[in-house]
């Protein structure tokens, strides 16, 4: 059982930069994939960002690459997600998700058994 707790949410305007976490419980937190996905009101759960046990690998959604970085420090359980340049369309609840890596996909929320209670990000014109 793993429990995810986000932070870092905020309101900013475009153009800012936020650097959300997400710590985890367990001590098995390196043999997780991690990732980030969001949901906008109204629209489905989306992918941003993940990232492999391995901390090299990394994956970014089309609509944030070249914007966000994720990262992980598997000493201090915790996964960030530095997002710069925001836009309005960032907007969203951010939600942590982490699963054991398999070396499956790792780019669908289906391949997430644990979750984080979400952050607000609000980015305003």
């Known amino acids: 059982q793993v429990q995810l707790v986000e932070s870092g949410g905020g309101l900013v305007q475009a153009g800012a930069s936020l650097r959300l976490s997400c710590a985890a419980s367990?001590?098995?937190?390196?043999?997780?994939?991690m990732a980030w996905f969001r949901q906008a009101p109204g629209k489905e759960r989306e992918f941003v960002a993940a990232?492999?046990?391995?901390?090299?690998?990394?994956y970014y959604a089309d609509s944030v690459k070249g914007r966000c970085a994720i990262s992980r420090d598997n000493a201090k359980n915790t996964v960030y997600l530095q997002m710069n340049s925001l836009k309005p369309e960032d907007t969203a609840v951010y939600y942590c998700?982490?699963?054991?890596?398999?070396?499956?996909?790792?780019?669908?929320?289906?391949?997430?058994?644990?979750w984080g209670q979400g952050t607000q990000v609000t980015v305003s014109s």
């Open positions: 990232i492999r046990r391995s901390g090299v690998i990394k």
């Open positions: 367990g001590r098995t937190f390196s043999a997780y994939a």
């Open positions: 998700a982490a699963d054991i890596d398999t070396g499956r996909q790792v780019t669908g929320p289906d391949n997430y058994d644990y």
